[in-house]
């Protein structure tokens, strides 16, 4: 694991009487695609805004690199906010321009760069356009370019994919894993679990202002296993289940095309090899494999798990 | 410090290239104008046109009511109703005017009947008319007569003199400082809503598109409200220059083509006068005495104008213009983070209004007493002294004064910058909440 590029340290934020977030610790690893995840109002916001120094934690301390987090680091960090927009009434190329030389780029430089982007996309003919011109899809792709052009250290896209077609999201998801190629750490908010699974090496769920689960994502699934088995097999669905016996409970049965499938968890501490044994006396075993917990399992179980700990207290 | 000059240029770039903006500069001086033209000119040429019948039974008048170029007195011989059929009946005649015979005695009464009703200036000169002759006739009848009455007759002009500090007695003209003063006064009250309604529109723009997060990300809320402050007070200062020079130029426009008419006036009436020769000397001599009294005051509103202390009064008038503006647009911005749409803004405008409309009231009050406690408190507190400090200055006013109050309002502004500074880096990111000034309260002491 590579040397965290920002890190936070027991941040706490509170707005007038009502904890947005409470001791929050993360660290995130150069070069990953760090899923900062949660239900809605956890905190993620306040979190997000912190770290682009939109507002200030009340106590704890943030790190870039080796430094403390300072207004200057802003120049490295790209943020792309959930609830984004652009001047209606600005050209798309001149307000690019603008937000481009806000980040501290040159006007050469973000002139260059922002030919590449747009003939990257294929939107050099919007140049010259009102943005009030454009379709929904067509001021993201901008807001993206915006966002990415002065080459961050540190990238936060919050729901990045939303208002994309799945074309555009499909582009979108390659640049973003284009950019973790050429170095760039990502930060990664969203509740679209499926592409957490896709693109994320780490995660932290954050969920009612605290942090309750983090580390990679294949850790973070392992740790979630429940010793559950999915069982592909030819033969009767009632022989299958008196053959599981003491090793095995079973939780879901269906008849497949051609043959049968059934979901196993292993129970009394029994292993793979004495379930099989089992089973294979009495039908014909064509698959047989782990199931890890999905992302989305993994959230709403974590959460559920962490309120009923909390309304047990 | 870049950054905000970024901010600055992208304010002050995209509103000046708006068509409204260009409009407006052109618009503006021809609409000022127009304002004091167009009232001059409709006075001057929309004298009604009237054919009056006069049936006077008091037999004073039939003499005595004179044509003018538009309105003309007929006497017929038949009586009032004969003249009224007459008015009815035809477009030759517009009005009767009745005049009873008691007139001298009960000078009310006079009826003017009519099928078209008369414009005001010929109300005005038959009441005039009327009223003068009757006038001369009792001043006769106690045994007065004209030569004495004109005689007695005197035109005053106060020649006033302010004596200042080091005991240097200097003229002054009352009249040419109250114009002054309220003309500056009224253009910082234009200025400071034109424009504060700007900045409130700006920040309510740069809310609801959504944009906001993506710049204060790359900058601190507060460089963005000065960026836009500061833009849009550029905006204003530009297109008061463009306005300045266009009025400029079409006052000494203006202004050639008066001189050129009065001189065409002044040489026909100098053949006039050759014509006339040596006759009727008394009514000369009277003209010549006015002339030299109307010149006398000519030059005293010269005079005047040289004496005014031209470099305090624009200095002083450049702060407060921008002064006065910048104290109310950061509360402006304060008011349009703290709202999700202009039509929200209402609640909160109040208390930033009345100030401003409350000084733009006083003014009157302060223009006609300019050295009164209340005058000189209301030029102290930074609210109200952009625009009754500007009134008060063309009279002039002690420098530690002026230093005072110009030290309170930039202290003023600091303050008012903080506290809406505070407001609107937290407003600006509130959506779909009514605020209230409780919450404004609590933003305020959020750190």
Not at chain 2, 133 to 154: M, N, R, V, Y
Not at chain 2, 168 to 176: A, F, G, I, V
Request: glycine share 6%; with cysteine.
């Amino acid at each position: 694991m590579s040397e965290p590029i920002f890190r936070a340290e027991n941040v706490s934020k509170a707005y007038a009487g009502h904890i947005a977030i409470e001791n929050i610790s993360v660290a995130v690893p150069e070069g990953s695609i760090f899923g900062l995840l949660g239900p809605n109002g956890a905190g993620k916001t306040t979190f997000i805004r912190i770290i682009n120094q939109i507002t200030g934690p009340d106590t704890g301390s943030l790190w870039f690199g080796n430094e403390r987090l300072e207004q200057k680091h802003l120049e490295h960090i790209g943020y792309l906010p959930e609830e984004r927009g652009l001047y209606k009434k600005m050209k798309v190329g001149e307000q690019a321009l603008y937000l481009c030389q806000l980040k501290g780029l040159s006007k050469r430089d973000a002139l260059t760069r922002l030919k590449y982007w747009f003939e990257k996309f294929e939107i050099q003919g919007w140049w010259n356009k009102k943005v009030e011109e454009l379709s929904k899809g067509m001021a993201q792709k901008v807001q993206f370019i915006v966002t990415v052009l002065h080459e961050p250290k540190l990238l936060i896209l919050d729901e990045p994919f939303s208002g994309f077609d799945p074309i555009n999201t499909n582009l979108i998801k390659s640049e973003i894993l284009e950019l973790k190629k050429k170095g760039t750490t990502i930060i990664f908010s969203t509740h679209n679990m499926g592409s957490v699974e896709e693109l994320c090496d780490h995660i932290a769920l954050i969920n009612n202002s605290r942090v309750i689960l983090e580390g990679e994502v294949s850790e973070v699934r392992n740790r979630f296993r429940t010793q559950t088995y999915n069982v592909d097999f030819k033969g009767s669905m009632m022989e299958f289940s008196a053959s599981l016996g003491t090793y095995g409970e079973l939780l879901e049965h269906g008849p497949e095309a051609d043959h049968m499938d059934a979901t196993v968890r292993l129970v009394n501490g029994a292993t793979t090899n004495q379930l099989l044994g089992n089973i294979m006396r009495t039908v014909e075993v064509r698959g047989f494999h782990e199931v890890i917990p999905s992302m989305n399992d993994i959230f709403i179980e974590a959460v559920q798990r962490y309120n009923k700990e909390i309304a047990a207290v | 410090m870049n950054k905000i000059a970024l901010i600055i240029r992208r304010e002050y770039l995209t509103r000046v290239r708006k068509k409204s903006f260009i409009i407006m500069t052109i618009l503006g001086p021809v609409l000022m104008a127009a304002m004091f033209i167009v009232p001059v000119w409709l006075a001057l040429n929309e004298e009604d046109e009237a054919n009056i019948l006069v049936i006077d039974d008091s037999f004073l008048f039939n003499e005595r009511m004179t044509d003018t170029d538009k309105i003309h007195f007929f006497f017929p011989t038949e009586g009032l109703d004969s003249a009224k059929a007459q008015v009815l009946a035809s477009d030759d005649f517009d009005a009767v005017l009745y005049i009873h015979e008691k007139i001298m005695s009960t000078p009310t009464g006079i009826q003017l009947i009519y099928d078209k009703q008369p414009g005001i200036n010929v109300i005005r000169y038959i009441e005039n008319t009327i009223e003068n002759d009757i006038e001369k006739f009792k001043l006769a009848k106690s045994g007065i007569d004209q030569a004495t009455i004109e005689a007695a007759k005197t035109n005053i002009k106060l020649v006033t003199t302010k004596l200042d500090e080091v005991g240097e007695e200097s003229k002054s003209n009352t009249e040419l400082s109250m114009i002054v003063g309220m003309f500056s006064g009224i253009l910082i009250y234009m200025f400071i809503f034109l424009y504060g309604v700007q900045v409130m529109r700006g920040v309510i723009e740069e809310k609801t598109s959504r944009i906001i997060e993506v710049i204060i990300s790359s900058v601190k809320p507060f460089q963005l409200m000065m960026g836009k402050i500061i833009g849009i007070a550029l905006v204003g200062l530009t297109q008061f220059l463009l306005w300045i020079v266009l009025s400029t130029t079409l006052i000494s426009g203006g202004k050639a083509l008066v001189t050129d008419y009065f001189a065409e006036q002044k040489s026909a009436t100098s053949i006039e006068e050759a014509m006339a020769g040596s006759k009727a000397l008394t009514p000369q001599s009277e003209e010549v005495a006015e002339q030299q009294l109307n010149e006398a005051a000519v030059n005293q509103l010269f005079d005047s104008i040289n004496l005014i202390d031209f470099p305090i009064i624009l200095g002083s008038f450049l702060f407060y213009f921008l002064g006065g503006y910048l104290i109310y647009s950061a509360l402006f911005a304060a008011v349009g983070s703290a709202v999700d749409n202009e039509a929200d803004t209402q609640q909160f405008m109040l208390p930033i209004t009345l100030p401003i409309i409350f000084s733009f009231v006083m003014a009157q009050v302060v223009i006609n007493n300019p050295e009164s406690p209340m005058s000189f408190w209301l030029s102290m507190i930074p609210f109200t002294s952009p625009i009754i400090m500007m009134v008060r200055i063309p009279f002039g006013v002690p420098y530690w004064e002026l230093a005072l109050s110009m030290t309170l309002l930039v202290l003023g502004f600091i303050g008012t910058t903080w506290i809406a500074g505070r407001i609107y880096r937290t407003g600006i990111l509130m959506y779909g909440k009514k605020i209230s000034y409780k919450e404004l309260w609590k933003w305020l002491r959020y750190h």
